[in-house]
């Protein structure tokens, strides 16, 4: 005898039968979306992002241009672009947006690239955290943006602290701008001359993890999205206030009392992910960053996204892969991460194109 298995995340298909149905459900789930980043509160991106390349580097096989260019009206953001040495393909190279995590560098170490000599020593190792590197010397074109409140835009009160971005924008959120920003790293990947604007990806770790989730429910453009090593989400979570703190980066400053008094939060992580859907996603995360109970939790939300993709008959486009190591980016993430992507934004789904390498 079959047993329904029961999970936090029944809500997501609650009296969903058809494709159609979640059609209508999934415009709701993203205007609760969109209100949870306070969306409304973003400026109009900027017409004319006046790019500027402000240096060049040359490793062995890639060229990589660190450009700066608008994202409001009297701001500007940086990030690194890397391009193939190889001959452009018919169509132009498949572009991935590659986010940094929560370290001050973290853009360049999505290269490979060390700071400045006299950075904190923690600062100076990559840790596997490669990713953009892996993906240009497999024929990508990348772009890795630098966080808005780190590196060349540190603030005063120091790295990745969003004091000042709140007393700037007071009725935003931190992850509204990010993924605004995001967003507009997205077109500039997508209007260069080498890149296929039809084949983008997103990808990143810890928060870019995160950022990953956001900018690929946020934007249609992305056909693709790896995130790995999330926070987890709001429900089943023992330190869910973290997303809602009182100090350094806070996510999400309006939901401190609705999470202090237990409320459910109006948009949680599976029906983000659920956004995404029917568009190619692979998660990666381990039972052993943090909370275990937590994560457990997260397997049973994937096996519940596991039932939408299959409603909307694209069963092949969804995946999760559960490890051991903690939060970091094991060879086993990295090689999935790459497989990934060649699935599906070189081999268009094929199963076999990207697996015989």
Known sequence: MQHAIVTSWDDLLDGIHSPDQWREKRKEVKARFLALLRDEAAPEPPQNVRLQVEKQLHPEGFRI????????????AHAYLAIPDEPVPAGGFPGVVCLQGTTDWGAMRTLGLLPAPDAPQSQKSVNGLT?????????????????????????????????AFYRRHPDWSAVGKATYENS???????????????????????????????????????????????????????????????????????????????????????????????????????????????????????????????????????AFLVFGDGHAMPDLSRAATLNWMDRWLKYDGDPLGAWHI
Request: include cysteine.
């Open 65 to 76: 241009k660190y450009i700066s260019y608008d994202v409001e009206e009297d701001e500007r």
């Open 131 to 163: 990713d953009a590197r892996n993906l240009v010397r497999r024929g990508y074109v990348t772009i890795s943006p630098e966080h808005f409140c780190q590196a060349t835009r540190c603030p005063a009160e120091g790295t990745a602290d969003t004091a």
């Open 184 to 318: 507009i790293a997205l077109s500039i990947l997508a209007s260069l001359p080498e890149v296929n604007a039809d084949k983008i990806g997103v990808t990143g770790h810890s928060l870019g993890g995160q950022g990953s989730i956001w900018l690929a429910a946020y934007d249609e453009r992305v056909k693709c999205a790896v995130p790995s090593c999330t926070a987890g989400a709001f429900r089943e979570n023992p330190r869910v206030l973290e997303w809602s703190r009182d100090r350094w980066y806070i996510y999400f400053p309006q939901l401190r009392e609705k999470m202090l008094a237990g409320e459910t939060i109006q948009c949680d992580f599976h029906e983000m992910l659920a956004l995404i859907a029917p568009r190619p996603c692979l998660e990666l995360f381990a039972l052993n960053d943090g909370d275990f109970l937590m994560n457990e939790h997260r397997v049973t939300m994937h096996l519940k996204l596991g039932e939408l993709y299959h409603l909307l008959d694209c069963d092949r486009a969804h």
